[in-house]
C-alpha cells in the first residue's frame, strides 16, 4: 500500500534542542495526523490537522497542514529525555476510507 | 471514556496454526482498521471495517482475514502461520473514516510465530 515520505528516518539531538520533521506525499489527503510511538505500544495522537494551511500545537509540540495538501510538518521545541520514540505521520485519503503512515522518524534524546 | 482495547497483548504461536485477535473500538465508532507492523516495515495497512461490511483490503495473502461484528469489535484471523507473520498487530477505531476524523490506536497484539 501506499506509504508516505517521513524525513529525517532518525535523528540524535542532545536535550534541549528544536527537532523538526515532514512528511510529503503525491497524493493530496484532507486529514494529516501525527503519532508518537513507545517500545512494545500503540502510536498515540499528538496532533491532527484539518484544513490546508493550518498550524496547530499542542503543548511544546507545533505541526502545520501544507498548502498544497501533500505534506506536513511536526516541529518539538526544547526536547527532553521523555520525547524519545518513534513519530508517525497519517494522511487520510480524499475518499476518506484509508489513512496512510508515514514511515517513521526515530527520535533519540541524550541528556 | 475507554479507549481501543485489544486482546491479547501476547500471543505465542508455532507455524502452522491459526491465530484470532480481537479489538473492541472506542464507543461509538465504527470504523476499525487493522495494521501490521514490523521493524522493517512499518506499519502495513491490512484492511478496513465500517458498518460489518470490508472497505478497503491492504496486500496481504488471503490467510489474512477479519469481520466486523454488529457492536463494531472487531476480529482479524491469519491461518496458517509462518515464521514471518511475527509483528505487531494494532488495530485503530475511528468515529467514521472521513473528513475531519482521527484514528486512535489500541495498545496491539505481539504475535510470535516459532
Known amino acids: 500500500g501506499q506509504q508516505l515520505n517521513q524525513s529525517p528516518q532518525s535523528m540524535f539531538i542532545q536535550e534541549g534542542e528544536d527537532v523538526s520533521m515532514n512528511c510529503t506525499s503525491s497524493?493530496?489527503?484532507?486529514?494529516w495526523l501525527w503519532y508518537k510511538q513507545d517500545p512494545g505500544e500503540g502510536p498515540v495522537l499528538l496532533i491532527a490537522l484539518y484544513k490546508a494551511g493550518e498550524l496547530t500545537s499542542n503543548g511544546r509540540l507545533t505541526a502545520q497542514f501544507g498548502i498544497t495538501r501533500k505534506d506536513s510538518f511536526l516541529n518539538i521545541s526544547a526536547s527532553i529525555p521523555s520525547d524519545v520514540g518513534i513519530y508517525f505521520c497519517a494522511g487520510l485519503s480524499f475518499m476518506g476510507n484509508q489513512f496512510y503512515f508515514g514511515t517513521g522518524t526515530s527520535l533519540t534524546v541524550i541528556p | 471514556k475507554a479507549g481501543v482495547t485489544q486482546t491479547p497483548r501476547y500471543l505465542i504461536k508455532t507455524r502452522g496454526q491459526q491465530v484470532t485477535l480481537s479489538c473492541s473500538p472506542i464507543?461509538?465508532?465504527?470504523?476499525v482498521s487493522w495494521y501490521q507492523q514490523t521493524p522493517g516495515q512499518g506499519l502495513q495497512f491490512l484492511f478496513e471495517y465500517f458498518s460489518e461490511t470490508q472497505r478497503n483490503k491492504g496486500n496481504f495473502p488471503g490467510r489474512f482475514s477479519g469481520r466486523q461484528f454488529s457492536n463494531s469489535r472487531s476480529e482479524m484471523n491469519v491461518s496458517t502461520l509462518e515464521l514471518g507473520d511475527s509483528a505487531l498487530y494494532l488495530c485503530?477505531?475511528?468515529?467514521?473514516?472521513?473528513?475531519?476524523?482521527?484514528?486512535?490506536f489500541g495498545q496491539g497484539t505481539r504475535l510470535t510465530v516459532v
Open positions: 464507543s461509538g465508532h465504527r470504523s
Open positions: 485503530a477505531s475511528s468515529l467514521f473514516a472521513t473528513a475531519n476524523t482521527e484514528a486512535f
Open positions: 497524493s493530496i489527503f484532507n486529514t
